[in-house]
């Protein structure tokens, strides 16, 4: 798996998806030593906005309560393209078609409640940990050189 870039692609209604997608998109990228963009279709006109994602790309979708247009043609393409998609989902039970490479459930509370996004942050960071050991001595050097640099920054935790 050689990845040169990590995509957080969102709608966010209100800013919250906005603000997690592109945290925890960018943290894994960090992590993974690789590049970092993001795609946000909250406006129509950028829905127009022609993208080109490659092997060498992982796309990552937040779809919490269902799987947008957007994202079916995404995950679609993807198979043609050879681009890999990760997705943060909120349904266990998803139909073939809206299934990522991988999909990661995240629970957030019940319907009609408040939805904390610490679930998904938690899930990320232990990816993140699985994705450097799959990496073997190149991942972990890079998961001990951040861990270093936020001793560093951040002494007292």
């Known amino acids: 798996m050689n990845i040169k870039t990590v995509w ?4 966010s209604g209100t800013g919250t998806t906005e603000k997690v997608a592109t945290t925890l998109a960018k943290d894994l990228a960090e992590r993974l030593g690789a590049g970092y963009d993001t795609y946000c279709f909250n ?3 950028a829905r127009e906005k022609d993208l080109s994602f490659g092997p060498e790309d992982l796309v990552v979708l ?3 309560s269902k799987l947008s247009r957007e994202g079916h043609v995404l995950l679609n393409h993807s198979r043609a393209a050879g681009y890999r998609t990760l997705a943060f989902v909120g349904r266990t039970c998803l139909p073939a078609e809206e299934r990522a490479d991988i999909s990661l459930f ?3 509370g019940r319907e009609k409640e408040y939805h904390s996004m610490a679930a998904p942050a938690a899930l990320l960071d232990a990816l993140a940990v699985a994705v450097a050991e799959r990496l073997g001595f190149e991942g972990t050097n890079r ?3 951040l861990h270093q640099m936020k001793k560093d ?3 007292d935790g």
Do not use: E
């Open 8 to 11: 957080a692609v969102y709608f």
């Open 43 to 45: 406006l129509p006109q």
């Open 62 to 64: 937040f779809s919490f």
């Open 106 to 108: 995240a629970y957030r």
């Open 143 to 145: 998961l001990q050189a």
């Open 153 to 155: 920054y951040f002494p």
